[in-house]
């Protein structure tokens, strides 16, 4: 059982920053690519930033720039550090992870939770 836990979510105002985590735990045998999603109401889901094993990154052209998303291979965990936030960065975030279980013998892609990001004008 593969388990996706984030934090760091909450109300923040205008240029301000947040930073999100996003912590893998189970029976991982190995972790491909790492990143982020949102979704805000009425709207599709949108890339924010993903970031492979050796650390190479792609960005959502509308967080390019503000956003950056780094891990720590040791500790399963992801981070997204949000800079400059604007309240069209409102939405829930959802983590994701690529990993391989013994369980299954491959690679299935595992979400976390959501968490809330506000950003009021």
């Known amino acids: 059982q593969v388990q996706l836990v984030e934090s760091g979510g909450g109300l923040v105002q205008a240029g301000g920053s947040l930073r999100l985590s996003c912590a893998a735990s189970g029976s991982i045998g190995g972790i491909n690519d790492m990143g982020w999603f949102r979704q805000a109401p009425g709207k599709q889901r949108e890339l924010v930033a993903v970031i492979n094993r050796s650390g190479s990154t792609n960005y959502g052209d509308s967080v390019k720039g503000r956003f950056t998303i780094s891990r720590d291979n040791a500790k399963n965990t992801q981070y997204l550090q949000m800079d400059s936030l604007k309240p069209e960065d409102t939405a829930v975030y959802y983590c994701?992870?690529?990993?391989?279980?013994?369980?299954?013998?491959?690679?299935?892609?595992?979400w976390g939770q959501g968490t809330q990001v506000t950003v009021s004008s």
């Open positions: 994701f992870a690529t990993i391989w279980t013994l369980l299954t013998g491959k690679f299935n892609d595992y």
